[in-house]
């Protein structure tokens, strides 16, 4: 093979300068990061809380964190993972499930807080924009939302995930300008189409087209929607199953630790090196057996 | 032309970020504290351009005066002429460190009352007062064995190199 000069050679190594290593994984935004977790000065100690929404390929993750030197504090947490307690069955990542991890994040919080008589939040899921109304007591809790590294179009979920926070009566300040069902040329929320997504009408249509075309593709429903289909739930029937979780969820919105058993033998990470003996016994091992060769 | 003496002038070094260190500063800056009296300590962050101090008071440590959004005020002195005047300077937290120079009193001053307190409930006295290392001790050399060296006489027959 023909002398092929390196690219990347010594000196470029030394001089290289690794990103950090949350940004080298492709997990953290430090510019946002920076912006979402300074606090004034002249506010000292008082923590600056995050309402962090991440969506993974089945699930959804919402925390209410705040940020010190030692690390981030995750307060309450909601996962869309909860939310078959609830009675939703499938579909745990849609714009509707999103709404109801808010949802649940929101009264779990306020519970914990002893703030959820006071901010009981928007009990009608309207689809309009509101905004929790400060109460006689104590103020209302406020949290800044953090989308991480997903593009903020209109429509996406994590801004059904926001709105269920909102509706649950958690003080988060936003423009309704993203929920879906935004129109950009009328410059108004339409709440009824806001509406319909958060009770997952736009999946009972999309459910309903594939019931039509069940003479081409007869498997396509079935690949799509086996969650509900396996649960019994029909295109009609979503919205009300959607008001029903919600519902569940103001009902009794506490986390349920699951029972972890100890394993057995405690797993051991770091690669224990051999004692000397050890060593020597392997050494004397492996001597045997080249003079045995040998000797053959 | 002449060289110029204007505000970031002859900080080419001084303001530069050190080797493998630029781009992104890490979050403990923006999450400290800083308290009015605290002491601090100056070190600008050429990374960040708002609030620099001036270069003069780079290195310098001074008092927290005033605590603002993002910025704190600290009062430093500075020689001028046959004086020094007290100056009261504004610098973003980014150029700010929280100074160590208070720690080792600090820490010295809560050992001496812990001291105090046990040595007044047994009702002895105790010297409080640091002592600077004073010269080593002295010490007796016992088993040692003398070896008196002198020089063979030179041997001018032999010792010449190369014959003679």
């Known amino acids: ?296 | 032309m002449p060289a110029g003496h204007g505000l970031r002038s002859r900080t080419r070094d001084l303001f530069s970020r050190p080797f493998r260190h630029k781009g992104y500063i890490p979050l403990t800056t923006y999450l400290r504290t800083f308290k009015v009296g605290q002491y601090v300590d100056i070190k600008v962050n050429g990374a960040v351009h708002k609030g620099m101090p001036h270069k003069f008071y780079h290195g310098r440590t001074g008092i927290v005066w005033n605590v603002t959004k993002r910025a704190v005020g600290v009062v430093m002195n500075k020689q001028v002429g046959n004086r020094i005047i007290q100056k009261r300077l504004h610098v973003r937290i980014e150029h700010v460190q929280p100074s160590r120079c208070r720690e080792e009193f600090l820490e010295r001053r809560k050992s001496n009352d812990l001291k105090k307190a046990e040595a007044k409930a047994k009702g002895e006295t105790v010297n409080l007062k640091r002592q600077p290392a004073g010269p080593r001790a002295g010490f007796v050399l016992d088993s040692s064995t003398l070896e008196t060296v002198t020089p063979i006489p030179y041997d001018v027959v032999n010792d010449l190199k190369g014959g003679y």
């Open chain 1, 1 to 296: 093979m023909a002398f092929i000069k390196p690219n990347k050679t010594k000196a470029y190594f030394k001089r290289f300068q690794v990103k950090y290593k949350r940004r080298r994984a492709g997990k953290t935004d430090y510019r946002a990061r920076i912006r979402l977790t300074t606090q004034d000065k002249n506010k000292y100690n008082t923590p600056k809380y995050r309402l962090v929404v991440r969506f993974t390929n089945k699930d959804i993750v919402a925390q209410i964190t705040y940020a010190t030197l030692a690390g981030d504090i995750v307060l309450t947490s909601a996962y869309a993972h909860e939310l078959p307690r609830y009675g939703l069955k499938g579909g745990l990542t849609n714009y509707a499930a999103a709404y109801c991890t808010g949802l649940l994040l929101a009264r779990r919080h306020l519970k914990n807080f002893e703030l959820d008589q006071e901010y009981v939040g928007n009990e009608q899921a309207t689809g309009e924009d509101y905004n929790v109304e400060e109460g006689e007591g104590k103020r209302p809790f406020r949290a800044l939302l953090d989308v991480g590294l997903v593009r903020t179009t209109t429509g996406n979920r994590v801004f059904g995930a926001l709105k269920g926070a909102l509706d649950g009566g958690l003080d988060v300040p936003h423009s309704e300008k993203r929920f879906a069902g935004y129109s950009k040329e009328d410059k108004s929320l339409n709440a009824e189409t806001h509406r319909k997504y958060i009770l997952g009408g736009h999946i009972a249509d999309y459910m309903r087209v594939l019931q039509l075309l069940k003479e081409d593709e007869p498997e396509k429903y079935q690949s799509h929607f086996s969650g509900f289909i396996k649960a019994g739930v029909e295109a009609d029937n979503l919205a009300e199953m959607y008001t029903s979780v919600h519902a569940a969820i103001r009902a009794d919105p506490t986390q349920q630790k699951t029972e972890k058993k100890a394993p057995a033998e405690k797993r051991k990470w770091k690669i224990q090196k051999l004692t000397y003996e050890e060593r020597q016994a392997a050494l004397v091992k492996r001597l045997n057996a080249v003079n045995g060769d040998n000797d053959e």
